[in-house]
């Protein structure tokens, strides 16, 4: 329900305390069995508070496997759902998702070359740049594909929104072409690998990703929620954003930009995870309101707190064997995104 | 101090659609736009609020180029209600109201009062806590003269002409009264009146040449592309002129329980 302005303060409170209720669990679960009070013990012992109710094993899996992983696992579901929202916003189409833009595409085109080439590629080349080689690619195709987009969508000096809108429609299953033929060009164990990446994982959570990976999408769940404003505005149409003082380019140029730095670090790191983007502002409408005050903020809680969830599902499911985390969040998103939309008429 | 045309020329393709039109709104004035479908009325609309890049001549807001005004700079002082607004989310009638004030940054308490205030200026004070998305085409567009009443609430209303008056505000209205039914009509352009009363300028597009005549300072009637006549309403509200616009003979009358002639065709 639509709320008169300035009601439930709550909400983001309601929902932070879930998202961290949930990761808490997280920790807790999963092959390597982790009772609360050793949870709570070896989290505190790091910052001085020593209670003793957890064995240096425990610890070392705590700190070093699990925790980095939920971390990653709230910051990529953070980073997806405010992407979600700010393409919802942009292209002021509910149906809209941050793969619009070309980042998801163009990512995995990129990955997709180097999983398919990279041996060949890359044979002479030091461990760290095989090792950085994927995620580079991956990011590179991220941003070279927005930029290709706003590029394709350029009309008289400006940004069309609703080109850029087919323009990326267009890219996309070019992309998925692309990666279409380098499949047939793939051996067995490369598209077994193509394949994975393709359904996203968080298997590859360390200190040292997260510690790359981490700034570009806390920086767009900072900034993106000030855009609230603006985006509402532009929900009106963009000669009416105008008219109420909105410079529509340049907020275009903030938001496509957010979008492609959370999307491409994300996808970089964990492969492609469907439905988040697309499902989490509905549910973010559905609990609040629609404005975007309140969509953004509360689009980074679900979307954190519900990968989380689905992460811990997709490596306990069917423990010690992983999930597809992509595989996942399509599964549960697709049958509730029909359930909306049915629910909206 | 005024919203200025000064041989405005647009051009869609190879035709020319607006014809060098020299036009004027000053503060306390109100303005109609009338003529037929296609006279270049919403273009020349269009053109003033800075929609349309103009082939030729200039805009001046209070002598300044009105490309030489910020974005947030114009938007206080300007504000621009469209034929039809597209908005497919499920927002309340007062958030979108309150969206009016969007070039006064972060929207406070305040905002929402003087939200409420023009909601009820416009007659829907009931409507606030009403998802937009269920309102009649009427209403919606309504709900949209109060977003841009709240918009130049504070140049427009909350002055009351005590001491120096600030630069005048203006509202430049796309067929407001279009989808109105008969008591929304008055409500809208008694609105749009009191605005200009204020001391606001208004510039706005009518097909009702007896609205015009009756709520209108002044009046420029429009045929292909350029203002044919312009002056107080008897001025202009004149058979040959109109004929020559509309391309119908009419009749005028002057009844004598109405201060403003009503005009049919013959």
């Excluded at chain 1, 491409?264 to 629609?290: D, E, N, Q």
């Excluded at chain 2, 200025?4 to 020319?16: K, N």
């Excluded at chain 2, 103009?54 to 034929?83: F, H, N, Y």
Aim: hydrophobic share 50%.
């Amino acid at each position: 329900m639509p709320m008169p302005l300035g009601r439930r303060p709550s909400l983001m409170g309601v929902l932070a305390a879930l998202t961290i209720g949930a990761m808490l669990a997280a920790l807790a679960l999963g092959a390597y069995a982790l009772s609360p009070p050793a949870v709570i013990s070896a989290l505190l012992e790091p910052l001085g508070i020593g209670l003793g109710a957890h064995t240096p094993e425990q610890a070392f899996v705590l700190l070093h496997i699990r925790l980095p992983r939920v971390v990653l696992a709230a910051l990529v579901g953070g980073a997806l759902g405010i992407s979600g929202a700010l393409s919802q916003g942009l292209f002021r189409n509910p149906l809209a998702e941050p793969a619009l833009i070309g980042v998801a595409s163009g990512a995995a085109v990129g990955a997709a070359i180097v999983l398919v080439f990279g041996a060949t590629l890359l044979a002479g080349a030091p461990d760290i740049l095989r090792q950085a080689a994927l995620p580079l690619a991956a990011f590179t195709g991220g941003g070279l594909a927005t930029l290709l987009v706003r590029r394709l969508a350029r009309v008289e000096g400006r940004t069309a929104i609703d080109i850029m809108l087919l323009a990326g429609v267009a890219l996309n299953a070019l992309g998925f072409a692309a990666i279409g033929l380098l499949q047939v060009v793939a051996d067995d164990e490369q598209l077994r690998s193509l394949t994975f990446w393709m359904l996203g994982s968080l298997g590859g959570a360390t200190w040292s990703a997260l510690a790359v990976a981490a700034p570009p999408m806390l920086l767009v769940l900072l900034l993106g929620p000030l855009l609230a404003g603006p985006l509402d505005a532009l929900l009106l149409g963009e000669r009416e954003a105008g008219h109420m003082g909105i410079d529509v380019q340049r907020l275009e140029r903030r938001c496509v930009a957010l979008v492609a730095l959370a999307v491409g670090a994300a996808v970089a790191l964990c492969g492609v995870i469907g439905f988040v983007g697309l499902v989490v502002p509905h549910l973010a409408r559905k609990l609040g309101s629609v404005a975007h005050r309140s969509v953004l903020p509360a689009s980074i809680l679900i979307g954190a707190g519900l990968l989380v969830i689905a992460d811990t599902l997709a490596r306990t499911l069917t423990a010690p064997a992983e999930l597809p985390i992509g595989a996942i969040t399509s599964l549960a998103g697709a049958p509730f995104f029909l359930m909306l939309l049915r629910r909206r008429r | 101090m005024s919203l200025v045309a000064r041989d405005l020329t647009v051009r869609r393709g190879a035709r020319t659609v607006l014809d060098g039109v020299d036009l004027a709104v000053g503060p306390g004035e109100f303005v109609a736009l009338i003529g037929p479908n296609g006279a270049g009325k919403s273009t020349l609309l269009a053109a003033i609020a800075g929609d349309l890049e103009p082939a030729g001549g200039q805009i001046l807001l209070d002598g300044r180029p009105l490309e030489d005004w910020s974005p947030r700079e114009r938007a206080r002082r300007r504000a621009v209600l469209p034929q039809a607004s597209t908005l497919d989310f499920p927002f309340s009638v007062l958030e979108v109201v309150a969206m009016g004030r969007t070039p006064y940054g972060r929207p406070g308490k305040a905002d929402a009062a003087i939200a409420r205030r023009a909601l009820a200026l416009v007659g829907l004070p009931a409507l606030a806590g009403r998802p937009y998305t269920r309102l009649s085409g009427g209403e919606r567009q309504r709900v949209h003269l109060a977003r841009v009443l709240t918009q130049l609430w504070d140049p427009a209303f909350d002055r009351r002409g005590e001491g120096p008056r600030g630069p005048a505000p203006y509202l430049m209205l796309d067929e407001p009264t279009a989808s109105q039914d008969l008591g929304a009509q008055k409500r809208v352009l008694e609105t749009a009146r009191r605005f200009a009363d204020v001391g606001g300028g208004v510039l706005c597009v009518l097909h009702a040449l007896d609205q015009a005549a009756r709520y209108a300072d002044r009046l420029c009637l429009m045929a292909g592309g350029r203002i044919t006549a312009s002056g107080p309403p008897a001025a202009v509200l004149t058979a040959d002129a109109l004929e020559d616009a509309f391309g119908v003979p009419v009749h005028i009358h002057h009844p004598p329980e109405l201060d403003h002639p009503l005009v049919t065709a013959r």
